[in-house]
Protein backbone atom coordinates (compact mmCIF):
# COMPACT_ATOMS: atom_id res chain seq x y z
CA UNK A 1 0.00 0.00 0.00
CA UNK A 2 3.00 2.83 0.89
CA UNK A 3 4.05 1.76 -3.02
CA UNK A 4 1.02 2.61 -4.36
CA UNK A 5 0.52 6.39 -2.56
CA UNK A 6 3.69 6.90 -3.62
CA UNK A 7 3.06 6.19 -6.88
CA UNK A 8 -0.36 7.84 -6.55
CA UNK A 9 1.42 11.10 -5.13
CA UNK A 10 3.95 11.18 -8.57
CA UNK A 11 1.28 11.20 -10.62
CA UNK A 12 -0.22 14.16 -9.11
CA UNK A 13 2.99 16.01 -8.54
CA UNK A 14 3.62 19.03 -11.05
CA UNK A 15 5.89 18.09 -13.64
CA UNK A 16 8.03 21.13 -11.98
CA UNK A 17 8.46 18.64 -9.28
CA UNK A 18 9.76 15.98 -10.79
CA UNK A 19 6.17 14.11 -11.31
CA UNK A 20 4.08 13.67 -13.81
CA UNK A 21 1.44 16.15 -13.75
CA UNK A 22 -1.68 14.93 -14.39
CA UNK A 23 -5.24 15.85 -13.54
CA UNK A 24 -6.84 14.42 -9.81
CA UNK A 25 -9.59 12.46 -12.33
CA UNK A 26 -7.12 10.96 -14.71
CA UNK A 27 -5.32 9.11 -11.97
CA UNK A 28 -8.82 8.15 -10.46
CA UNK A 29 -10.96 7.15 -13.45
CA UNK A 30 -7.63 6.14 -15.68
CA UNK A 31 -4.49 4.81 -13.33
CA UNK A 32 -6.30 3.42 -9.92
CA UNK A 33 -9.53 2.24 -12.02
CA UNK A 34 -7.31 0.10 -14.20
CA UNK A 35 -5.54 -0.99 -11.06
CA UNK A 36 -7.75 -1.42 -8.35
CA UNK A 37 -9.79 -3.93 -10.93
CA UNK A 38 -6.66 -5.98 -11.76
CA UNK A 39 -5.84 -6.22 -7.50
CA UNK A 40 -9.58 -7.22 -6.95
CA UNK A 41 -9.39 -10.15 -8.95
CA UNK A 42 -6.28 -11.16 -7.75
CA UNK A 43 -7.51 -11.12 -4.08
CA UNK A 44 -10.65 -12.99 -4.77
CA UNK A 45 -9.00 -15.39 -6.68
CA UNK A 46 -6.18 -15.90 -4.74
CA UNK A 47 -3.37 -14.79 -5.98
CA UNK A 48 -2.66 -11.95 -3.38
CA UNK A 49 -3.47 -11.89 0.17
CA UNK A 50 -5.20 -8.14 0.06
CA UNK A 51 -5.79 -5.80 -2.35
CA UNK A 52 -3.32 -2.75 -1.70
CA UNK A 53 -5.59 -0.04 -3.21
CA UNK A 54 -8.19 -1.13 -1.14
CA UNK A 55 -9.51 2.24 0.43
CA UNK A 56 -6.81 4.93 -1.66
CA UNK A 57 -8.55 7.63 -3.60
CA UNK A 58 -8.36 10.35 -4.79
CA UNK A 59 -10.19 13.62 -4.72
CA UNK A 60 -11.25 15.41 -7.53
CA UNK A 61 -12.70 18.81 -7.15
CA UNK A 62 -15.69 19.98 -9.53
CA UNK A 63 -14.96 22.36 -12.05
CA UNK A 64 -17.62 25.49 -11.75
CA UNK A 65 -19.77 25.33 -14.76
CA UNK A 66 -19.58 28.46 -16.91
CA UNK A 67 -22.83 29.15 -18.67
CA UNK A 68 -24.49 32.04 -20.51
CA UNK A 69 -27.20 34.00 -18.53
CA UNK A 70 -30.68 32.69 -19.28
CA UNK A 71 -32.98 35.53 -20.72
Known amino acids: PAR ?3 WKDHLLRP ?3 GGMGLSAKTV ?3 YLATLRAVFTWAAM ?3 IESNPLQG ?3 R ?3 KPKVRERAF
Do not use: F
Open 4 to 6: MIA
Open 15 to 17: EAD
Open 28 to 30: RDG
Open 45 to 47: NGR
Open 56 to 58: LTV
Open 60 to 62: VIA
